[in-house]
């Protein structure tokens, strides 16, 4: 069936690094993106999103990249600190109008000093 | 900023017991959700509503009834609590583009 994955479930970097997190999708109709960082014991907290008529967005120290073609969608931290260590998940709005957003199982990133 | 708030962040109950898990936000937001958390799975649907008194099924509703009487609360009722219930409860509030999400129930059944 349809659905958002994760192509690693754990990630460690070095302090300092650039980390990339990468999403996998497979429903074409999805027109929105977001990626969402969850500490330890707390709910998930927005990141960055994503519409699907971009191919890039920057935050602050996050940048997402979508390519639609192969509906790959990746989150990229630079200069990766220890208050970065999280579990990642993207999400996708189920598109056609729909604001139903559907997970991947994540990604634990860990950053050692 | 948002914010979504839940009214406990760990409760114990016993195999049987009715239980209900509130919700509230403060954004006026229409749209409002129930997921569950394991280990390996990610977060997965349970109901959601779209308005008030409105509720739809998600993905995994089974064993779960919600209730929505006002805009700003979201409520997740388990009628007979089982074991295989026990698990994380994340509720979340959107305006139609990204959810904001609440800091969880962490619910175990014994």
């Known amino acids: 069936g349809e659905s958002v994955g994760l192509h690693l479930p754990t990630l460690s970097v070095q302090e300092g690094d650039n980390s990339i997190i990468n999403c996998a999708y497979s429903?074409?109709?999805?027109?929105?993106f977001i990626w969402y960082k969850q500490e330890s014991g707390k709910g998930p907290q927005f990141i960055i999103d994503i519409r699907s008529n971009m191919d890039k967005r920057q935050g602050q120290r996050v940048t997402v990249l979508l390519n639609k073609t192969v509906k790959h969608l990746s989150l990229q931290i630079a200069a990766t600190q220890p208050g970065d260590s999280a579990v990642y998940f993207c999400a996708e709005n189920r598109g056609g109008g729909s604001y139903i957003p559907t997970f991947g199982r994540g990604t634990s990133l860990i950053v050692h000093p | 900023d948002v914010k979504v708030t839940q009214s406990s962040r760990y409760l114990v109950k016993r195999t049987g017991e009715k239980v209900f898990l509130e919700c509230v936000q403060d954004?006026?937001?229409?749209?409002m959700f129930w997921y569950r958390q394991d280990p390996g799975l990610g977060l997965r649907l349970i109901y959601f509503?779209?308005?008030?008194?409105?509720?739809e099924k998600g993905d995994i509703p089974e064993g779960y009834s919600v209730s929505r009487e006002k805009k700003e609360r979201f409520s997740l009722i388990l009628e007979s609590a089982s074991t295989n219930q026990t698990s994380m409860y994340l509720c979340?509030?959107?305006?139609?583009?990204?959810?904001?999400f609440g800091q969880g129930t962490r619910l175990t059944v014994v």
């Open positions: 979340a509030s959107s305006s139609g583009l990204a959810a904001f």
């Open positions: 509503s779209y308005d008030v008194k409105m509720k």
């Open positions: 954004m006026d937001h229409e749209n």
């Open positions: 429903n074409s109709a999805s027109d929105y």
